[in-house]
T-cell receptor, first 115, second 117 residues
Framework: AQSVTQLGSHVSVSEGALVLLRCNYS??????LFWYVQYPNQGLQLLLK??????LVKGINGFEAEFKKSETSFHLTKPSAHMSDAAEYFC?????????????FGTGTRLQVTL | DTGVSQDPRHKITKRGQNVTFRCDPI?????LYWYRQTLGQGPEFLTY????????KSRLLSDRFSAERPKGSFSTLEIQRTEQGDSAMYLC???????????????FGPGTRLLVL
């Protein structure tokens, strides 16, 4: 079975500061990893995903994440936060087994951006 | 490409009533997923369809829940005899699965927020 742990249910940064949202996963087989963003009363929007290949993945809105197998981590970063980045962020894992890609999500991290 | 749509966006019902939600996936997407998201939690997998076939159901999907995708396009999720514990956001996602599995990406709809009084 796979699982995801997101450290920090709330993160607050100043506008222009570095954003770092942490995600650790547990999987018995090579995982596919995802970051989604959710704005209030909306569905989830894919930020980026890691499947195979390059371990540094670039996504939309200036976000990127690095897959570190030795640390079982997939932390999300953005060099400079913008007010519009305030939202809930979810890390998710799906198994690379050839069956359906049902996603297992973490509990989410709410990002607050202050002036 | 109009994205995944869900209807209604909000539903308030009394305990014991039946409710039905609809999901229209992105055109030509062959997989459709249902998830449930309770307050302060991440979405949890409920069930999925490959075309019209329902291939997997979570233990979260009790006998009061039923999902269909009769023509392999839109899907419905029905909850019978609703309970207060059913209050949640119900999310639908669709994807196109071809020969390369790693290409699969799930696109989510805006969700249906259910409140059971």
């Amino acid at each position: 079975a796979q699982s995801v742990t997101q450290l920090g249910s709330h993160v607050s940064v100043s506008e222009g500061a570095l954003v770092l949202l942490r995600c650790n996963y547990s999987s018995s087989v090579p995982p596919y990893l995802f970051w989604y963003v959710q704005y209030p009363n909306q569905g989830l929007q894919l930020l980026l995903k890691y499947t195979t290949g390059a371990t540094l993945v670039k996504g939309i809105n200036g976000f990127e994440a690095e897959f570190k197998k030795s640390e079982t981590s997939f932390h999300l970063t953005k060099p400079s936060a913008h007010m519009s980045d305030a939202a809930e962020y979810f890390c998710a894992v799906s198994l690379n087994t050839g069956t359906a890609s049902k996603l297992t999500f973490g509990t989410g991290t709410r990002l607050q951006v202050t002036l | 490409d109009t994205g995944v749509s869900q209807d209604p966006r909000h539903k308030i019902t009394k305990r014991g009533q039946n409710v039905t939600f609809r999901c229209d996936p992105i055109s030509e997407h062959n997989r459709l997923y249902w998830y449930r998201q309770t307050l302060g939690q991440g979405p949890e997998f409920l069930t999925y369809f490959q075309n019209e076939a329902q291939l997997e159901k979570s233990r979260l999907l009790s006998d009061r829940f039923s999902a269909e995708r009769p023509k392999g396009s839109f899907s419905t999720l029905e909850i019978q005899r609703t309970e207060q514990g059913d209050s949640a956001m119900y999310l639908c996602a669709s994807s196109l699965v071809g020969g390369v599995r790693e290409q699969e990406t799930q696109y989510f709809g805006p969700g249906t927020r259910l409140l059971v009084l």
